[in-house]
């Protein structure tokens, strides 16, 4: 019998997205907190904790590309539902959609309204340094081997800014961004932040010379009991 392939569903796509860009925030906090000191960890713990935490950023990063992304058939082979390795889920959404990583933005107030201008940060985490960062977490939070053990060196002052130095990379990519859909449908404008506290995302479509249809959605925050 064939295969019955369900339509694309953008609001529970949508909503998805930021389940996940929740937890991300989360996330990006806990690396702030343990470099500052607050989580009561020794310099080289902190740092292996907050590779930890870069780790699942990725991999939020990349699982919720794909949700938003749902509409391609690479996103819905099987092989793309049971990949777990970010690099790879982002490299075969990209043989599809050669734009589908996030884009840093710029919102600015104008007399009429909104100014968006994407890709205006150049310290934000670009696709490639993200595949840098991806492995790098591979890299230190396996213990390694008998070899890399007995070679290793202390770790030094460098070690721990480059930890600085990725978390407002990906701070300055995610924290106001874009990810433009395939073939011109549109684009997802997400703010990690807003008034409610949570994330939100508006979807452009259907644009024309003199309109854009816009949907907004807010991600509901319950108090934990």
Not at 21 to 37: K, P
Not at 52 to 71: N, S, Y
Not at 191 to 216: D, Q, Y
Request: charged share 25%; proline share 4%.
């Amino acid at each position: 019998m064939p295969v019955t392939i369900e339509p694309f569903a953008e609001e529970t796509a949508v909503r998805g997205y930021l389940r996940l860009m929740h937890e991300l925030t989360i996330r990006v906090d806990l690396v702030a907190r343990a470099c500052t000191g607050e989580l009561n960890l020794s310099p080289p713990y902190a740092r292996e904790y907050c590779y930890l935490q870069f780790r699942r950023i990725c991999e939020l990063v990349a699982l919720g590309c794909l949700q938003l992304h749902g509409d391609l058939p690479a996103a819905r082979s099987s092989a793309a539902k049971k990949e777990w390795n970010a690099e790879r889920i982002m490299k075969l959404l990209q043989r599809s959609h050669q734009h589908s990583f996030p884009q840093s933005l710029t919102r600015t107030r104008t007399t009429g309204g909104w100014h968006l201008e994407a890709n205006s940060k150049p310290n934000a985490l670009t696709f490639n340094e993200f595949k840098t960062l991806y492995n790098k977490c591979g890299e230190i939070l396996h213990r390694g081997t008998i070899r890399t053990i007995e070679a290793e060196e202390p770790i030094a002052k460098p070690d721990y800014d480059e930890v600085i130095h990725w978390s407002h990379k990906v701070v300055d990519l995610l924290n106001e961004h874009v990810v433009a859909r395939a073939n011109g449908k549109g684009l997802y404008h997400i703010s990690l932040k807003t008034e409610s506290g949570g994330p939100a995302c508006s979807v452009f479509s259907g644009f024309s010379e003199s309109a854009v249809n816009v949907a907004t959605y807010n991600l509901e925050l319950r108090e934990a009991r």
